[in-house]
């Protein structure tokens, strides 16, 4: 099968159409959509994907090939260019050198996100239970599994991971963004600057399917080499919502 033959057959899977029955039916958008969410499961959030976005930076670096990439922040942090190596047609579609330059891009509008919940700078961000919050362990499951990928090069998993996680996660933001913008939670509308970080995921990505059969055809995977890290990924980002819920 090629690449996109691959990425139509795993949502066609029926773990995947579970999972994706599942976060439809999240009790933390239920929450959200019913102006019932808390400051803390807010927060939780928020300080939850602090802690992921740099975890998946690195792990998206090392998969464009950045081994040397683990900064402890990514404020002020430049995106690493692909090797000298690499032809000018793989630096326009790597999949996760786009993935990498997203999170650093994401990173400061999570810090004014985290402004607008009382979380006044990124220490606290960074130290939690300075906070009173402590990390959920299903919440930090998904970044932990890129991580896993990552440390065996599994680029052709990461990429079909990807073409399902992705918009599962972008739906799930976009619907949180429209509930937050309703008024009950004190922003005025969807553009207002505090909620950018939720609009930036809540967008969907231009030719993702693309660029990740791409990866899925160089690397030569066959379908039964990847179906089950899909599967534990999707399954961890249905954990993140767990997680932050219970927050």
Same mark, same amino acid.
């Given at each position: 099968?090629?690449?996109?033959?691959?990425?139509?057959?795993?949502?066609?899977?029926?773990?995947?159409?579970?999972?994706?029955?599942?976060?439809?039916?999240?009790?933390?958008?239920?929450?959200?959509?019913?102006?019932?969410?808390?400051?803390?499961?807010?927060?939780?959030?928020?300080?939850?994907?602090?802690?992921?976005?740099?975890?998946?930076?690195? #792990?998206?670096? +090392?998969? @464009?090939?950045?081994?040397?990439?683990?900064?402890?922040? !990514? $404020? %002020?942090?430049?995106?690493?260019?692909?090797?000298?190596?690499?032809?000018?047609?793989?630096?326009?579609?790597?999949?996760?050198?786009?993935?990498?330059?997203?999170?650093?891009?994401?990173?400061?509008?999570?810090?004014?996100?985290?402004?607008?919940?009382?979380?006044?700078?990124?220490?606290?961000?960074?130290?939690?239970?300075?906070?009173?919050?402590?990390? #959920?362990?299903? +919440?930090? @499951?998904?970044?932990?599994?890129?991580?896993?990928?990552? !440390? $065996? %090069?599994?680029?052709?998993?990461?990429?079909?991971?990807?073409?399902?996680?992705?918009?599962?996660?972008?739906?799930?933001?976009?619907?949180?963004?429209?509930?937050?913008?309703?008024?009950?939670?004190?922003?005025?509308?969807?553009?207002?600057?505090?909620?950018?970080?939720?609009?930036?995921?809540?967008?969907?990505?231009?030719?993702?399917?693309?660029?990740?059969?791409?990866?899925?055809?160089?690397?030569?995977?066959?379908?039964?080499?990847?179906?089950?890290?899909?599967?534990?990924?999707?399954?961890?980002?249905?954990?993140?919502?767990?997680?932050?819920?219970?927050?």
């Amino acid at each position: 099968m090629s690449g996109l033959e691959i990425i139509q057959q795993l949502r066609a899977e029926p773990f995947n159409k579970e999972t994706e029955k599942k976060l439809q039916n999240h009790p933390f958008l239920k929450a959200a959509e019913v102006g019932t969410l808390t400051l803390s499961q807010r927060r939780a959030f928020a300080f939850e994907q602090y802690k992921i976005q740099l975890s998946d930076a690195i #792990s998206f670096a +090392a998969l @464009a090939g950045h081994t040397c990439f683990i900064p402890t922040s !990514l $404020s %002020n942090i430049s995106v690493p260019e692909l090797p000298n190596n690499t032809s000018k047609e793989e630096e326009e579609v790597d999949l996760f050198q786009f993935l990498l330059g997203g999170e650093v891009y994401a990173a400061s509008l999570l810090l004014s996100h985290a402004k607008s919940l009382g979380i006044d700078d990124e220490d606290a961000l960074r130290s939690p239970a300075k906070c009173g919050y402590q990390l #959920s362990a299903k +919440a930090q @499951a998904y970044p932990s599994y890129w991580s896993k990928l990552a !440390l $065996s %090069n599994n680029r052709g998993a990461g990429a079909a991971a990807v073409a399902l996680n992705f918009p599962a996660w972008g739906e799930m933001c976009n619907r949180l963004l429209k509930a937050l913008a309703s008024g009950d939670y004190g922003y005025n509308n969807i553009d207002e600057s505090s909620l950018a970080f939720i609009k930036f995921f809540a967008t969907p990505i231009e030719g993702l399917d693309k660029m990740a059969a791409s990866i899925i055809d160089k690397e030569d995977i066959s379908y039964d080499d990847l179906v089950e890290h899909v599967r534990l990924l999707q399954a961890y980002e249905l954990l993140f919502w767990d997680g932050i819920y219970e927050g």
